[in-house]
């Protein structure tokens, strides 16, 4: 089996063979050389999957902020708005 050199990704294609000699690239990070690891091994492709699980639900907690801060946002301007309108109100009467 074939592995990316860089990230570990099995997930290569052959580009180029010929007289210039057979090149992969990587699909996962875009490696593109002649150099692969061959390995029948099953190792993971390295630890970026438990760096992207991690930062997946520092994300989630990220979009709570958002949303969080956008209903505030929200609320501040509901009040804004009822506070012009009756400015406007008093101001047409
Ligand atoms: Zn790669």
Redesign the pocket.
Known sequence: MLR??????T??YQVLGGYAGTRYR??????TGSFVVESDEELP?LSEEDGAGAEKSGSVYRWIKIIGFLLLVFIALNYLVGILRRMLTVMGA
């Open positions: 990316c050199p860089k990230c570990g990704s997930d290569l990587c699909k996962r990070c875009g490696y492709p």
